[in-house]
Protein backbone atom coordinates (compact mmCIF):
# COMPACT_ATOMS: atom_id res chain seq x y z
CA UNK A 1 0.00 0.00 0.00
CA UNK A 2 1.53 3.56 -0.38
CA UNK A 3 1.95 6.53 1.76
CA UNK A 4 -1.12 7.97 -0.10
CA UNK A 5 -3.59 5.45 0.18
CA UNK A 6 -2.23 4.48 4.02
CA UNK A 7 -3.08 8.17 5.03
CA UNK A 8 -5.55 8.76 3.38
CA UNK A 9 -4.03 12.04 0.91
CA UNK A 10 -5.87 14.36 -0.65
CA UNK A 11 -4.17 16.79 -3.16
CA UNK A 12 -6.77 19.68 -5.13
CA UNK A 13 -6.57 23.44 -6.18
CA UNK A 14 -3.89 24.70 -8.63
CA UNK A 15 -0.69 27.02 -8.36
CA UNK A 16 3.08 26.55 -8.26
CA UNK A 17 3.51 26.31 -4.49
CA UNK A 18 1.84 23.56 -1.99
CA UNK A 19 0.50 24.35 1.31
CA UNK A 20 0.20 21.04 3.67
CA UNK A 21 -2.88 21.02 5.90
CA UNK A 22 -2.13 18.54 9.10
CA UNK A 23 -4.69 17.98 11.76
CA UNK A 24 -4.06 17.94 15.13
CA UNK A 25 -4.73 15.07 17.85
CA UNK A 26 -8.51 14.13 18.19
CA UNK A 27 -9.15 14.97 14.54
CA UNK A 28 -8.82 14.69 11.16
CA UNK A 29 -8.54 16.29 8.08
CA UNK A 30 -11.94 17.23 7.93
CA UNK A 31 -11.05 19.97 10.16
CA UNK A 32 -9.53 21.86 7.21
CA UNK A 33 -12.92 21.44 4.69
CA UNK A 34 -13.88 24.51 5.28
CA UNK A 35 -10.52 26.20 5.13
CA UNK A 36 -8.79 24.89 1.78
CA UNK A 37 -11.06 26.32 -0.35
CA UNK A 38 -9.98 29.70 0.49
CA UNK A 39 -6.31 28.60 -0.74
CA UNK A 40 -7.59 26.16 -3.68
CA UNK A 41 -7.31 28.77 -6.37
CA UNK A 42 -3.56 30.31 -5.93
CA UNK A 43 -2.10 26.81 -4.22
CA UNK A 44 -2.43 23.15 -4.58
CA UNK A 45 -3.87 21.89 -1.56
CA UNK A 46 -2.37 18.74 0.21
CA UNK A 47 -3.89 17.12 3.80
CA UNK A 48 -3.92 13.62 5.03
CA UNK A 49 -4.90 11.83 7.95
CA UNK A 50 -2.23 10.98 10.66
CA UNK A 51 -1.84 7.15 11.25
CA UNK A 52 -4.77 5.85 13.40
CA UNK A 53 -6.73 8.54 12.52
CA UNK A 54 -9.89 9.49 9.86
CA UNK A 55 -9.78 7.11 7.33
CA UNK A 56 -6.13 6.38 7.24
CA UNK A 57 -5.47 2.33 7.16
CA UNK A 58 -6.14 1.51 10.63
CA UNK A 59 -3.65 -1.32 10.05
CA UNK A 60 -0.52 0.61 10.27
CA UNK A 61 -1.34 1.90 13.91
CA UNK A 62 1.06 0.31 16.22
CA UNK A 63 -0.22 0.72 19.45
CA UNK A 64 3.38 -0.32 20.80
CA UNK A 65 5.47 2.36 18.51
CA UNK A 66 3.02 5.06 19.28
CA UNK A 67 2.76 4.98 22.86
CA UNK A 68 5.64 7.53 23.29
CA UNK A 69 6.83 10.27 21.19
CA UNK A 70 9.97 8.73 20.24
CA UNK A 71 7.56 6.66 17.92
Given at each position: ??V ?8 S??G ?25 T ?10 GA ?11 KY???H?
Amino acid sequence: MSVLQRNNVTVSGSGRRTIVFAHGFGCDQQAWKDVIPAFSTEYRTVAFDHVGAGQSDLSGFDPEKYSSLHG
